[in-house]
């Protein structure tokens, strides 16, 4: 059973750092990629940050050079972190995972085929 395993979401003042990790189990296709994808409370789900096989990463611009997608420790794995955090950065945060196929404007373009759980962010004044 594949799974995927949000981490490190929390409360934080605005102007803080947070750390999402995410791991996944349960598929061992080499060619599954990972991104991470946002939906704030009355608005549709959004792509942040994805990267591809080849290590290319994009982001959505409203999180240019305030978050940072990379590979985690292990296979299968994807840290966000996240920085500057803003008001409008409070959201859930879904990891996701797809066949590789490139990334645009922080997002996977291929279907997602995994979804996680979600991990809440709250940011605060």
Known sequence: QV??????????EV???LRLSCNASGYTYKHYCMGWFRQRPGNEREGVAARDSD??????????????????????????????????DSATYYCAASLCAGVRDGALLS???????????TVSL
């Open 55 to 88: 290590g290319t990463t994009s982001y959505a611009d409203s999180v240019k050079d305030r978050f940072t997608i990379s590979k985690g420790p292990a296979d299968n794995s994807v840290i966000l972190q996240m920085d500057s955090l803003r008001i409008d």
């Open 15 to 17: 102007g803080g750092s």
């Open 111 to 121: 279907s997602i085929t995994y979804w996680g759980q979600g991990t809440q962010v």
């Open 3 to 12: 799974q995927l395993a949000e981490s490190g979401g929390g409360s934080v």
